[in-house]
C-alpha cells in the first residue's frame, strides 16, 4: 500500500499525541528526541521496511536497531499504529511486567531486533547483523538508527571503522541530528561538525536530508539500498520536540516529563501541526 504524504502527516500526528500520553502516565521518559524522530520511524515503518507485524520474526525482514534506546515511545507508538501489538499497551509503559519497558527490552517485546539503552552500542551490534547476513548471503537490509549525542561513545567510532573497513553496503545508519544531548546543545558539550566529513573519511556514503521531510527520508533511504559499494549514513536534522512549541529545541525537555497542564497544552499544539512537511510521491 502506498501512504500520501498527507496520510504520513496525520499517522505522524497521532503518534506525536501517543507520545505525549504515554511519557504523561509513565512519569518519566525522553519527549525530545522521541518527538523529534516521529517522522523518520513512521517512514521507515510504513514506506521503507521490508517487514510484517504479523510474522515479526520472518527470516527476510529488514532489520531495524534503535541505537538510543531512550526514544522508544516514538518507536513503540510507531509499533502499535503499524499493528505490532495493541493500542492500548502503549499506556502500560514502564509498568512492572509490560511488554514496553522504559528502555526497549527484547525479552519484554520479541518483535524488537535487540534491546538498548546504553548508549553507542547499537551501530556495533547492527554491523554484526549486517556482516552475518552477507556470510549468509541474505538480501535484507540493516537500519540503525542513532542519535547525535551516541558520538561522544568510543564504541561508536569503532563499528564506524568496522562497516567502512568492510563495505558493509547492505547497512544504513539514520543520526538524529537534532544538536542535543543531557546536558545542552552538543557543539558546547563536545562539537561533532563536520560530521560528515568525518564519516566520509571513514569510507562512507554520506546523505544530507530534513528529518522531517517524508520526501526526503524516503529518496535517502532509497538511495542508500541503491549503494553497492560501502555503509551509508543519513544525517537526519531533526527539532528536538518537534510539534510542541515549549519543548522544541529545549535540551531541558531531554528527559522530563510533562505535568497534566502541560500536556494538554502539548497536545492542543500537536492537533494543530501541519504545512512543515512538503509532498511525497504523486
Ligand atoms: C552509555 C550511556 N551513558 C549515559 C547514558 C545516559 N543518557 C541517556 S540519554 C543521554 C543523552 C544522549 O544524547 P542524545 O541521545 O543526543 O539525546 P537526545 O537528542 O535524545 O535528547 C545520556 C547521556 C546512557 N543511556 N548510556
Ligand atoms: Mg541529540
Redesign the pocket.
Known amino acids: 500500500m502506498k501512504y500520501t504524504t498527507e496520510e504520513l502527516q496525520e499517522i505522524s500526528k497521532e503518534v506525536r499525541k501517543d507520545i505525549i500520553e504515554m511519557i504523561l502516565k509513565a512519569g518519566y521518559g ?1 519527549p ?2 522521541s518527538l ?1 524522530m516521529v517522522d523518520v520511524l513512521v517512514t521507515l515503518y510504513y514506506v521503507i521496511l521490508l517487514h510484517d507485524p504479523k510474522k515479526p520474526d520472518w527470516e527476510d525482514r529488514d532489520r531495524l536497531v534503535l541505537s ?4 522508544c515511545p516514538a518507536r513503540y507508538a510507531v509499533m502499535a499504529h503499524r499493528g505490532y501489538f495493541e493500542h492500548k499497551e502503549l499506556f502500560k509503559i514502564g509498568k512492572f511486567g509490560s511488554i514496553l519497558q522504559g528502555h526497549p527490552d527484547k525479552r519484554f517485546l520479541k518483535s524488537l531486533e535487540t534491546t538498548s ?4 552500542s547499537g551501530l556495533s551490534q547492527a554491523c554484526g547483523v549486517a556482516y552475518g547476513a552477507r556470510m549468509d548471503k541474505k538480501r535484507f537490509r540493516t537500519f540503525v538508527i542513532c ?4 558520538h561522544n ?1 568510543g564504541n561508536h567510532w569503532e563499528a564506524v571503522m568496522f562497516a567502512g573497513k568492510n563495505n558493509l553496503s547492505n547497512l544504513t545508519l539514520i543520526v ?1 541530528r ?1 544538536n ?3 546536558d545542552g546543545h ?1 557543539e558546547d558539550i563536545m562539537p561533532l561538525e563536520p560530521l560528515l566529513d568525518k564519516y566520509k573519511s571513514f569510507g562512507w556514503s554520506v546523505i544530507d536530508i530534513d528529518g522531517h521531510n517524508f520526501d526526503e527520508i524516503v529518496s535517502a533511504c532509497s538511495k542508500a539500498r541503491s549503494i553497492f559499494e560501502n555503509p551509508t549514513v543519513i544525517i537526519a536534522h531533526t527539532i ?1 520536540g518537534m510539534g510542541v512549541d515549549f519543548m522544541e529545541n529545549n ?1 531541558n525537555w ?2 522530563k516529563a510533562p505535568n497534566d497542564i502541560e500536556a494538554k497544552k502539548a497536545i492542543m499544539e500537536i492537533r494543530t501541526m501541519g504545512g512543515k512537511v512538503t509532498p511525497y510521491g504523486e
Open positions: 525522553h525530545a528526541g523529534g538510543n534506546g531512550h526514544i539503552g546504553p548508549l553507542g542519535s547525535d549525542g551516541e561513545e538524529d537534532n542535543i544531548q543531557i552538543t528536538p535540551p531531554h528527559a
